[in-house]
């Protein structure tokens, strides 16, 4: 099963999931608070930054300028979503993953140690 896509680093690939379930609502201080609440990791915003950076210049990922808000003076949010590419790489990943735990003998069972 070959795979041609640009490599991904876990905290990248937890970024472009986070970006995809907050469809279309996804822009950096909403993502570092999502990421923090659902891995318990201290996330700052540079680095979330940083990540949707790299996942644009990859292509899986894109992002335009919402409405200005007023909670945020008046300023506008970069808001990001997936694109197509980074769908079939999210979904490719899964597979991946999905096929070795299927593969992993008695995964849960405590007696055996890996």
Known sequence: MAMKR????EFEE???LTVAVMEGQAYGVALTHEIIEQTGRSVRL??????LQRLEDKGMVK???GEPTAERGGR???LFTVTAYGR???QEI???RVNLWTRMPDPFNP????
């Open 88 to 90: 079939r790489t999210l």
């Open 14 to 16: 937890i970024v472009l």
């Open 94 to 96: 899964q597979d991946v």
């Open 6 to 9: 640009s490599y991904l680093g």
């Open 63 to 65: 992002s335009e300028m």
């Open 76 to 78: 506008r949010k970069r």
């Open 46 to 51: 540079n680095q979330i930054h940083a990540a």
């Open 111 to 114: 007696a055996i140690s890996l």
